[in-house]
């Protein structure tokens, strides 16, 4: 299973992704967003990054965006209650080169497992 770099800002809620990705036998590495993200993730650069896109005002965003610039190849994830202007009904990705897969919030853990497998696939 692949590594997972993980950006979310709800201790909460990243306890409940880590816990997910860690059963399904991910190694996960824990974004600490009082610092930089994409800082931390060259520091140990990993093939897949799961991403809350607007955890601590939009600072998910900025990071999934920095990592992707550097890292061309790394597989983005976002993650987000607000959908607006995705495909809510496919959950396709968005129509851009910066996110690999999106899953809306609410969503339960095979989505996200689903999203990993297809982003380890591709």
Do not use: C
């Not at 824990?30 to 093939?47: H, S």
């Not at 209650?81 to 080169?97: A, E, H, M, Q």
């Amino acid at each position: 299973m692949a590594a997972v770099y993980l950006i979310e800002n709800d201790p909460h809620f990243r306890a409940l992704l880590r816990s997910t990705l860690l059963d399904a036998g991910h190694r996960v590495i824990e974004a600490d967003l009082t610092l930089e993200p994409a800082e931390q993730y060259r520091r140990e650069p990993v093939p897949i990054v799961v991403v809350n896109l607007f955890a601590k005002t939009n600072k998910g965003l900025r990071a999934a965006l920095a990592i992707r610039r550097e890292f061309p190849k790394v597989h983005v994830i976002g993650i987000s209650r607000i959908w607006t202007v995705w495909n809510l009904d496919t959950l396709t990705p968005p129509p851009s080169d910066e996110l690999d897969a999106a899953v809306a919030q609410p969503f339960g853990a095979e989505s996200l497992l689903d999203a990993i497998r297809r982003t380890e696939t591709s």
